[in-house]
């Protein structure tokens, strides 16, 4: 018989004697290795938040932030909603008992939620921010998302921001954040170009203007997770979320993050919304009220770009720049239709340019 036969055979007959002999608390030699990879502590011990300089933010039982509210961070149950606010724009969470491999946490309720590992940073918005924190029985995949009920226990904190928007991003730059960039970024359907060395925009609407639509669409859509002001925003709601303008600036945070690498990025967008702007001009030839074939109706701002706009019920069409076309013609490549804007930067209709007749809709009549 074959020597390497004979040594299994041998080995196995060995391995038979022991297990009939020896009791079974003392037989692990093939199931221990089996169940290392459970968890068997389902609750946490304790459970704290800390700024990253390592100060302790306390915890209240409710969003009153009572002295006599205040919960050890030994106390926290399985269940409850705790409350917390500080002025730090990012912070830590604590906890002792389950390893941090079955232990992940959640920024936003949407379903589509990624959970990040329990020791990352996490960067707060302005307003109350909620973080859901919970235990698996199991080690949780890179892609365990808010909407997958498999978990063991769970605790949520609402962290209320009470620090200045400006100071949340004013020492950051584009260099501090990893390899993770929005793909677009709109208002109201308009787009504002963005840069992968920038991470602060403006925007400026009129006054009239009391609610507008931010819009940031993640680069990749099954790792990286969007918040806009606090809020998670996903495929379900097209990535937008509806804000409310008070007059003068008002700043938002748009976060991305990729939970895959845990890597994120913060965007600043300061959105202005002043006063009610008015156009007088004088020309000798007609200006159209009719609609462009491709034009939108938007609101009138000061940074839209490459489109149809109208002001005081008259269009104009906006360079890449932001600014109208004046003294020219225009050839709108989505109808292949030719326009011309006047001295004043409006369209013209029902009149003759240089030979060339424009109809009542503006576009020049071959």
């Known amino acids: 018989m074959n020597k390497n036969i004979k040594r299994i055979v041998a080995i196995a007959l060995a391995f038979g004697t022991v297990s009939a002999v020896a009791p079974a608390t003392n037989v692990n030699l093939l199931t221990t290795k089996a169940y290392a990879a459970s968890n068997d502590t389902n609750t946490l011990d304790s459970l704290s938040l800390e700024t990253t300089s390592g100060s302790t933010i ?22 409850d909603t705790y409350y917390a606010k500080t002025s730090s724009s990012t912070i830590n969470i604590s906890k002792s008992g389950p390893s941090s491999t079955y232990v992940k946490v959640f920024k936003g309720t949407s379903s589509s939620t990624k ?7 996490i960067s707060l918005s302005s307003g109350t921010n909620t973080l859901t924190v919970r235990v698996y029985s199991e080690a949780p995949g890179s892609s365990m998302r808010y909407d997958d009920d ?28 990893g390899n993770i960039y929005l793909d ?16 602060n925009y403006t925007y400026n609407v009129t006054n009239d203007v009391t609610e507008v639509a931010i819009k940031a669409m993640p680069a990749d859509t099954d790792y990286d997770t969007i918040t ?11 990535y937008k979320k509806t804000v409310s303008l008070n007059t003068g600036d008002n700043k938002f945070q748009i976060e991305t993050n990729n939970s895959d ?7 600043t967008l300061t959105i202005t919304r002043g006063t009610t702007s008015s156009t007088t001009t004088s020309t000798s030839t007609t200006t159209a009220t009719t609609t462009p074939s491709t034009a939108t109706d938007v609101v009138t701002t000061i940074v839209i770009t490459d489109r149809w706009v109208q002001v005081n019920g008259r269009w104009q069409y906006n360079d890449s720049t932001g600014n109208p076309l004046k003294n020219q013609w225009f050839l709108d490549r989505n109808s292949a239709k030719w326009y011309y804007l006047a001295n004043d930067g409006f369209m013209v209709s029902n009149t003759t340019i240089n030979g060339y007749k424009i109809g009542a809709d503006g576009a020049w009549i071959k």
């Open 184 to 199: 677009r970024l709109s208002v109201d359907g308009n787009s504002i170009s963005l840069s992968d060395s920038k991470i």
């Open 58 to 79: 306390k915890l209240y039982s409710d969003s009153g932030y009572g002295s006599s509210n205040k919960v050890d961070s030994s106390d926290v149950t399985d269940g």
């Open 115 to 121: 959970g990040k590992s329990i020791s990352s940073d």
């Open 261 to 267: 690498d845990d890597t994120d990025r913060v965007y």
């Open 228 to 238: 806009i002001d606090g809020s998670t925003v996903d495929d379900s709601d097209s």
């Open 150 to 177: 498999s978990y063991v226990s769970q605790y949520i904190i609402k962290v209320k921001y009470t620090g200045s928007d400006s100071s949340t991003s004013s020492d950051l730059t584009a260099d501090d954040y």
